[in-house]
């Protein structure tokens, strides 16, 4: 697949006229070389630049690349085995990028913000499902608590804003992500995409495939094109301030090991492969409710999980030389 089959781009012919003047909208993506957004300043600066009048929050430390960051091992992005070892990292930059951002929408009378978190702001004990009314009835897993001390506070500090100043500040909470375009680093990634990157290695130089931990956790995952499709009905249709959970059903839970083998066909590796079980597996399950959602929504159509990872995983190989990848050590290095 192209990026091109990734790309959505929308006609709208008849564009000038009344109904298209009122669906006129301008995107600008930008990125951490347009503004360090852990910095006000430069914050203020992105917004002066392009004076938004809503924001989609998605910039978040634990997915960076290109930051003049210093970690241990001189590396920065998400997932399980990051979230551990970065800890205060996570819980002192996420904090500060969201607290600019905030600030710097309010200052600039920005109409709407929505801010991504994640379901790891939710408590490790808590009765399942999660859903919107449970985020602060806990401690988060002690995994990835900086992280999700972080993302839970942006629900804390929108109320509060919207206490304050009547602002429209709101978040989604999206579960585990996966598609095109995400990091496939080996090891500092979220499960997908370094699976991916494994299992295509694997295949490429006839190497072992390793899978870390038991296999047996479950997960949520949704499609990133799904999920942008959320993105876009919460801007135009949802006006609560509280956190929407953007999720595929409850019902819909898979293991890592239904993951493994998906990822094992997608990519056509023949050979075994096998579980480390010294590995940490994280959160044994943290089902998410999608009740609200679909409430809300009325209804709406999921790519199914096989389909989503087959697009994913054709277009890792076909863009393995652009995607982004990390570092892999010599001796697997393709060809
Ligand atoms: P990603 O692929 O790593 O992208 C992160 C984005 O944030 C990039 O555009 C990055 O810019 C930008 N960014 C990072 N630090 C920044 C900084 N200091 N200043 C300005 N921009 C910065 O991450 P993603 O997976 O799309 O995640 C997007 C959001 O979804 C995040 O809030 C994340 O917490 C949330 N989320 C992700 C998952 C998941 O499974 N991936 C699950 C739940 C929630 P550069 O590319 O220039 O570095
Ligand atoms: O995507 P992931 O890192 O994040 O998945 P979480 C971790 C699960 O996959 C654990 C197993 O059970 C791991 O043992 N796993 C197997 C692997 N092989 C691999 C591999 O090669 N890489 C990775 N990363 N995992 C994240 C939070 O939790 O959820 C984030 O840490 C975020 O903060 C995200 O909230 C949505 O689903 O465990």
């Not at 003047?21 to 600066?45: Q, V, Y």
């Not at 494994?198 to 190497?207: H, M, S």
């Amino acid at each position: 697949m192209s990026d091109l089959a990734n790309k959505i781009v929308i006609l709208v012919t008849g564009g000038s006229g009344l109904v298209g003047s009122a669906i006129r909208w301008e995107w600008i993506f930008a990125r951490s070389s347009e503004g360090d957004l852990r910095d006000p300043e430069a914050a203020k600066k992105l917004f002066e630049k392009y004076k938004p009048t809503h924001v989609i929050h998605l910039a978040a430390l634990g997915n960076l690349f290109g930051i003049d960051l210093i970690l241990a091992d001189n590396s920065v992005v998400g997932g399980l085995f990051k979230n551990m070892k970065y800890k205060l990292t996570f819980l002192r930059d996420n904090t500060l990028i969201n607290d600019n951002v905030l600030q710097t929408s309010h200052e600039t009378k920005v109409k709407k913000v929505i801010s991504c978190l994640s379901t790891c702001v939710f408590p490790d004990r808590v009765q399942y499902p999660l859903d919107e009314t449970k985020i602060h009835l806990g401690p988060p897993h002690e995994s990835n608590f900086g992280y999700a001390h972080a993302k839970r506070m942006v629900d804390v500090t929108n109320h509060a804003y919207h206490e304050e100043f009547g602002s429209s500040f709101t978040s989604a909470i999206p579960t585990n992500v996966f598609g095109p375009h995400d990091n496939f680093d080996l090891e500092d990634s979220h499960v997908i995409p370094g699976l991916l990157h494994k299992c295509y290695l694997a295949k490429k130089n006839g190497t072992p495939f390793t899978v870390a931990g038991t296999g047996k956790p479950l997960r949520q995952f949704i499609y990133s094109r799904d999920l942008a499709k959320l993105f876009i009905w919460q801007l135009r249709e949802y006006d609560e301030i509280d956190p929407v959970i953007l999720s595929v059903g409850e019902n819909e839970e898979i293991s890592i090991k239904q993951v493994a083998d998906a990822i094992v066909k997608a990519i056509g590796f023949e050979g075994d492969y096998k579980f480390d079980t010294t590995r940490a597996d994280g959160q044994f399950r943290k089902p998410a409710s999608n009740a609200k959602l679909l409430r809300l929504i009325g209804n709406f159509t999921f790519t199914p999980f096989d389909q989503a990872l087959e697009e994913t995983a054709a277009w890792f190989v076909q863009n393995y030389d652009k995607a982004r990848i990390g570092q892999v050590p010599k001796a697997n290095e393709p060809e």
